[in-house]
């Protein structure tokens, strides 16, 4: 698998770097949550994160006054499992090198996505990129990684309770969170949408 740079033309597609703010005080907080030996730990919406100067200049101009919520997403992480897209962009800062494997939402065909479409990118450490509302992805990739992520406030909490109508409705498995599990991942065997066809892509040997 080819891992290409945020900072390549072919990241166009899916997002674009984030600059002209300071994230020097919110990235010494991100230090200071918890980093687990194993797996993954993700906090939606984090009040030290979510006070700093940064946290409140993307509340206002990145996402245009919307409330926000600003948590993290700590761990290690060599596998794809799944991918999942939202209403509305979603910012990651990288306090650690880490890669992201994402995908296209217009190339989901009748429910399924074939994981030989995935790309994987590399986010260097200190660098913050905007993930399109139509970009699948899921967590990144990386071994001991920090990673700031910025929604929009209620993203990823309890799922509302729905009458299914459609088959993108089967996907909804947490509030504004619209989820493709691999059959082999965890999710899958609590009852996530298994949409993800191909293989289950590894990136143990390219971190």
């Known amino acids: 698998m080819k891992i290409y740079s945020v900072f390549d033309p072919v990241f166009a597609s899916y ?21 687990p030996e194993a797996g993954i730990c993700y906090v939606p919406g984090n ?62 065909v009748n429910g399924k996505f074939d994981t030989a479409r995935v790309r994987a990118f590399l986010v260097p450490k200190g660098t913050a990129v905007e993930l399109f509302a139509t970009s699948l992805h899921y967590a990144p990739c990386g071994y001991r990684f920090r990673c700031l992520v910025a929604l929009p406030r209620g993203t990823n909490t309890g799922k ?36 993800l066809t191909g293989e289950n892509l590894v990136v143990r040997d390219l971190i």
């Open 15 to 35: 997002g674009k770097v984030i600059d002209g703010y300071d994230f020097s005080e919110i990235l010494e907080k991100l230090e200071e949550t918890p980093l």
């Open 47 to 108: 009040p030290v994160l979510e006070a700093t100067p940064a946290a409140k200049e993307l509340a206002v101009n990145f996402f245009g006054g919307m409330p926000i919520q600003i948590g993290y997403c700590n761990g290690s992480n060599q596998m794809l499992n799944c991918l999942e897209y939202h209403r509305n962009s979603e910012i990651d800062l990288a306090d650690t090198d880490m890669i992201l494997l994402l995908g296209q939402e217009a190339e989901i």
């Open 160 to 195: 509302p309770a729905i009458k299914v109508k459609n088959q993108e409705d089967q996907m909804l498995w947490a509030c504004n969170k619209w989820l493709l599990c691999h059959p082999e991942a965890e999710e899958a065997g609590k009852g996530a949408y298994i949409g």
